[in-house]
């Protein structure tokens, strides 16, 4: 098996007609006189072209017309696993993307990229809603084919005229479809969030109330770090190493107040590149206080048999979902169902009584937009919109409370 290897294809000469070739992909392309300036010029326009491609032949306009849709989604799909990447690693965005080109590839994989136009994607709206997924979640993935339609233009695999017909398709919208609708996410009240937080374990605990104040993402609560924090003044300033809209190159920065500070302090006495909450310390604390709480004395074999039990140790830093689940366990255990309820409405029970940590982010910036106004919440929040605050922040209805019994 030949030896794979990264280096450029080599500019050489044709001996039979003097011309300069460079072979790519298995086929050869001619360059002019061997030797001459503009044979070289040629050689670096070919090969760049061949690598924008991804070390693929750039497509002709009769072979694009010819390709699949399914040809054009390995391509994609190549091109993704390395465009979606953050510090090395893929993204969440990625498992979007597989989700939404899957139909697309069972229903039109082997039509012709260039027979692709509205009515079809029409027909993949129409099959999402028969699937019951949300209204929100098929626009996102409608948007996502469109993506791989626009890319795949750039790249010239694809006429120009497909991606123009496909922007005359609309979105799902609120009311006129038979799409599911969800409820937006709303603040969750401090009562609610008072009582859960007494069945955290107490790292958790620490994370959610330092949450409700810094109004940050669950990423950037999960992943502060003492060396994060510049403490010259009285107010810190924590700049996450890694945020959400860091590839659009926008800053970060979250203000902690005397409150957060009192909660993050014992937390600052480790590395300063080491997580501030860390899943092995929560563990630690929770078999300290298992092993107070007990009658009997461990038998010599005990330890051994957890460490067998246990498929993997605990890690040096939480990730959202473990964060997300921690709540909804003590969600659960803060408002459990009552007794005379149905067994088969108990699910629905937990799922109305349960909330999650971006509600928090809700919470918070709510609060400020109504003490200090909607600019203020911007930025808190971290957006360079306000129209992206607007949908976070619920609007402060008290002024038009107090207008109509003024004036009304």
């Known amino acids: 098996m030949p030896k794979l290897t990264q280096r450029l294809p080599q500019y050489r000469k044709h001996k039979a007609s003097g011309q300069a070739i460079v072979k790519l992909g298995g086929k050869t392309r001619y360059l002019g006189r061997h030797g001459t300036k503009a044979s070289r010029e040629e ?40 465009h979606y990447r953050k510090h090395g690693r893929p993204t969440n965005e990625l498992e979007n993307i597989k989700y939404a080109l899957r139909p697309l590839k069972t229903l039109y994989g082997r039509s012709r990229v260039a027979d692709f136009g509205p009515l079809g994607l029409k ?20 948007g996502i084919i469109r993506r791989m339609f626009r890319w795949a233009v750039s790249e010239q695999l694809c006429p120009p005229l497909v991606i123009y017909g496909l922007g005359t398709v609309m979105g799902l919208q609120r009311g006129r479809t038979r799409a599911r609708e969800t409820p937006p996410v709303l603040p969750v009240a401090d009562e609610v969030v008072e009582q859960t937080v007494k069945h955290l374990p107490p790292v958790v605990h620490d994370m959610v109330m330092l ?44 203000f902690v107040g005397p409150r957060a ?63 997300r689940r921690a709540i909804a366990r003590a969600c659960a255990v803060a408002f459990p169902p009552p007794d005379e309820l149905p067994r088969d409405q108990r699910s629905a029970w937990r799922k109305a009584h349960a909330w999650h940590p971006n509600q928090l982010r809700h919470s918070a910036g709510t609060e400020i937009r109504h003490r200090f106004g909607v600019e203020a919440a911007r930025v808190c929040l971290g957006h360079s919109k306000i129209s992206t605050t607007e949908l976070y922040a619920a609007r402060d209805d008290r002024l038009g409370w107090e207008v109509a019994t003024q004036i009304g």
């Open 43 to 82: 050689y670096q326009r070919v090969v760049g072209e061949w690598l924008s491609a991804g070390r693929h032949n750039p497509a002709s306009k009769a072979n694009a017309d010819d390709l699949l849709i399914v040809e054009v989604l390995a391509r994609y799909m190549n091109f993704a696993q390395q």
């Open 123 to 142: 027909a993949l709206q129409a099959h999402l809603i028969e699937q019951r997924l949300a209204r929100s979640t098929i626009n996102a993935r409608i």
């Open 211 to 254: 949450q409700r104040l810094l109004v940050c993402r669950p990423s950037e609560v999960c992943s502060i770090r003492p060396g994060d924090l510049n403490r010259d003044h009285d107010v810190w300033i924590y700049r996450p190493q890694s945020h959400k809209c860091e590839h659009h190159e926008l800053p970060r920065t979250v």
């Open 261 to 323: 500070q009192a909660i993050l302090q014992p937390y600052l006495l480790r590395a300063e590149d080491s997580c501030c909450f860390q899943p092995a310390e929560s563990e630690v604390r929770r078999r300290r206080r298992l092993r107070k709480s007990r009658h009997t004395a461990a038998t010599l074999s005990e330890p051994q048999r957890q460490k067998r039990r246990r498929n993997r140790a605990p890690g040096r830093s939480y990730c959202v979902a473990a964060y």
